[in-house]
């Protein structure tokens, strides 16, 4: 047995307090007890999964006490083990304690503390919000249980329109069970008692185990945290036609995949769960029947979906919280796989970093290090749109009328032939295609998705329901960022000393005169207390809540200023987990990505070379956990991320890495281009450039272009005077500035011009 180590926090009567660990070994009472469903201060629920050990020769029955009192789990013995869950947990601290008594009729015992938490939550990511639109309905689940009278919370009615029961602050509803069968192309509901005996014409078999069985989904759907979740598995056998309440396991290949939606939310609504007969998405849909196929349980939340809200701290706790209803329902799976895209994917990369154990491995597909870092060059985009809209205005001849010219400041790519969303014509950039509209949508505290409204006036709230909400990500994580008298939260948003075409200039693809123009009128975003609502149609880059100066471009008038960061959101965001730093990634990781540059969507390519770059200046070890897969847009993508399953699957069962395990890229068939440790050359070393480097060109960031790295991290630079910076080589030397160019400089960046070899200024020490 293992030795007991008997530390002051652990050894008073044998109980493992809050934060010991999960077992108990006591060497000469031969008896060990174990949370199997997840840490023992952080059950949730009332029921937790447990195994207790013991001796081989223990005679006699095992006796359990929860708090004192005698209970009866239903324990599955497995030899020396027993394996089941124990219910009735109180909130808040609880102890657990099994016995027998053994041949010399000493009596041996183990206890241990559990900590349990409302299956409403919060367990560690604090206040919840309100107002809070619950959704159930949507998902097919049905109207969430009334569980207040005093007008908080969503209103619950007996018909539609009918007379009001209460209020439902919780969003919850009873825990359901259905069932569905797929038809080739889809999933459609199945009658569990009749479909076994006279199957659907149109069902679907899939083979195991040599035998050709009928391709049915057991789901149970229920709230978790607040937020609707899903359990998928497959039930090919009439066993479950009675709908019981337990899982039939026979199917289950005891391997868990956790499946992670994207988007960009600001919260205030508990979003839609993964509904099997609607409410699946194209490749999502494709990828999940395969998953379900090959005897995986697919489990899902509407709290792990970027597009309800991008609190990760939220959705690391739902993750956890629902991982723990799955084992507790199911049992513990051999290991937990990671898929989806997005920020779908950012909540994989995230969860490594902040939540070890969570996920085992992960697919994360059409990747981002994380969503803050991304609002650092994403924040650019309207300014510099906005400055090539007014030069064009100005001037038809403009060289920035060439959309591809743009890409020489952006970073971004841009395309001469791509149609423009704003004007249905040929030419546009990322920062447009890609980004459009995301900028309002994340700093614009007055500006309010119209779908909000419409929910809220389906399900009868009062019209002014949302009245007090400030509609920015730093808002929807006010309790992180915090918020000023007003109720406005900090912003990381920074621009000062940011010199945008500082490497065209230095590559001669502009002149003097333009960068010094670009970076005297670019401007930069308001306060959020300043800003108005905005309107998409009439003012497309929202330059209402922009600062501009009417005389910028003239080198003797006013530059338009810039905006300084709020030092606290940007240590808020890294104590909270929200930046990836790239410090820990334990788990193998393979980042799935088709090659979206030629149609300027927002999934480029750069970010997984972000993820990459980060990891080897912090963490070189961990950098090997990530290997990238390319493919062309053409390519079956569900089919590639079921090979990275396989992958994955193969990884985790041997302990070995599988040769596939590497960078690779692919054709529009799926055969490989090329794989191997230097296929991606020439982007993060000074090689020359690898197979898949050269076949799949790597776009920048405006950031990027002014002088900062791919890593993409740093919201406040470090400032050097302008006298510095024209000493140092900052500028080219074959054509310097003009003593008007240095004075126009100096009233541009009176605070100094960015130094980023610094890294970031507001980043803490620790981080």
């Avoid at 759907?221 to 497959?234: D, Q, S, V």
């Avoid at 007090?468 to 920074?494: C, E, M, Q, R």
């Amino acid at each position: 047995m293992t030795a007991w180590n008997p530390t002051a926090a652990c050894a008073l009567a044998a109980i493992v307090l809050a934060g010991c660990g999960g077992t108990v070994h006591l060497p000469d009472r031969k008896i060990s007890l174990t949370v199997l469903s997840s840490k023992p201060h952080e059950v949730s629920g009332g029921d937790a999964r447990i195994a207790v050990s013991a001796a081989a020769d223990m005679p006699g029955q095992m006796r359990f006490r929860l708090n004192g009192q005698r209970i009866d789990p239903p324990m599955a013995a497995g030899g020396a083990r027993m394996e089941g869950v124990v219910s009735g947990l109180a909130d808040g601290r609880n102890t657990l304690e099994v016995s027998y008594t053994d041949h010399g009729g000493r009596e041996v015992s183990a206890a241990l503390a559990l900590t349990n938490h409302p299956l409403t939550g919060p367990m560690f990511s604090g206040p919840q919000q309100q107002p809070f639109v619950c959704r159930t309905q949507e998902s097919g689940l049905g109207q969430p249980l009334v569980d207040n009278q005093d007008g908080i919370g969503h209103p619950v009615f007996d018909t539609p329109g009918g007379r009001l029961l209460g209020h439902s602050r919780y969003c919850a509803i009873k825990t359901q069970i259905h069932y569905f069968y797929h038809t080739g192309e889809g999933f459609k509901p199945f009658d569990a008692v009749k479909g076994y005996v006279t199957p659907p014409a149109d069902l679907k078999t899939i083979t195991l185990n040599g035998a050709s069985v009928p391709f049915v989904v057991r789901v149970e759907a229920g709230t978790i945290n607040r937020f609707a979740y899903t359990i998928a598995m497959l039930a090919p056998f009439p066993g479950g036609a009675d709908a019981a309440p337990s899982f039939d396991t026979a199917a289950w290949n005891r391997k868990l995949v956790y499946w992670l939606r994207g988007g960009v939310g600001i919260g205030h609504q508990q979003g839609t769960a993964i509904w099997f007969s609607s409410g699946m998405r194209g490749i999502e849909r494709q990828i999940i029947s395969r998953v379900l196929a090959q005897g995986y349980a697919v489990v899902n939340s509407s709290g792990n979906e970027a597009g309800v809200h991008y609190n990760m701290r939220l959705a690391e706790e739902t993750a956890t919280m629902t991982k723990e209803r799955f084992i507790e329902a199911v049992g513990r799976p051999a290991f937990t796989i990671g898929i989806g895209g997005s920020g779908g994917a950012v909540q994989q990369y995230l969860f490594a970093q902040n939540r070890p154990g969570l996920l085992d491995a992960g697919i994360p597909v059409q990747s981002y290090p994380d969503m803050v870092t991304q609002t650092i060059p994403v924040a650019d985009c309207p300014l510099l749109e906005q400055y090539f809209s007014d030069e064009v205005a100005l001037d038809p001849a403009s060289p920035w009328k060439s959309w591809t010219r743009r890409a020489l400041i952006e970073g971004s790519n841009a395309s001469d032939t791509v149609v423009n969303p704003l004007t249905d014509k040929p030419g546009s950039t990322e920062c447009i295609n890609g980004w459009q509209g995301a900028v309002p949508t994340v700093v614009n505290p007055v500006y309010k998705d119209p779908r909000y409204d419409l929910v809220a006036q389906n399900y009868g709230y009062p019209a002014d329901v949302f009245a007090k909400v400030k509609w920015t990500h730093w808002n929807d994580l006010a309790n992180i960022y915090g918020t000023d008298s007003a109720g406005f939260a900090p912003s990381p948003i920074d621009n000062v000393g940011v010199q945008y075409g500082l490497g065209a200039l230095a590559a001669g693809q502009i002149g003097r005169d333009e960068f010094l123009r670009i970076n005297a009128c670019v401007g930069s975003w308001k306060e959020a207390s300043q800003f108005v609502t905005w309107d998409a149609a009439a003012d497309p880059f929202d330059a209402r809540n922009m600062q501009r100066s009417a005389t910028c471009r003239d080198p003797a008038g006013q530059p338009a200023p810039r905006r300084a960061a709020d030092l606290s959101a940007v240590r808020a965001a890294y104590t909270s987990g929200h930046v990836f730093t790239g410090q820990r990634l334990d788990i193998p990781m393979i980042d799935v990505r088709p090659y979206l540059e030629p149609v300027l969507n927002m999934h480029n390519m750069r970010q997984a070379f972000s993820v990459r770059a980060r990891l080897l200046d912090a963490n070189r070890a961990a950098a090997k956990n990530q290997v990238i897969w390319l493919t062309t847009a053409a390519a079956d993508q569900p089919a590639h991320v079921i090979d990275a399953l396989g992958v994955l699957d193969s990884y985790l069962s041997t302990r070995t890495v599988p040769a596939q395990f590497t960078d690779s890229c692919f054709d529009a068939s799926g055969a490989a281009i090329a794989a191997g440790a230097a296929v991606w050359d020439g982007i993060l070393n000074q090689q020359p450039k690898g197979a898949c480097s050269a076949a799949f060109a790597v776009h920048a960031s405006s950031r990027m272009v002014a002088g900062e790295s791919v890593k993409g991290d740093v919201f406040k630079c470090k400032l050097k005077p302008v006298a510095a910076a024209l000493a140092d080589g900052t500028y080219p030397q074959a054509a310097p500035f003009s003593a008007r160019d240095k004075d126009w400089l100096e009233r541009i960046f009176p605070q100094g011009v960015c130094d980023y070899r610094f890294g970031d200024q507001g980043r803490p020490a620790r981080w």
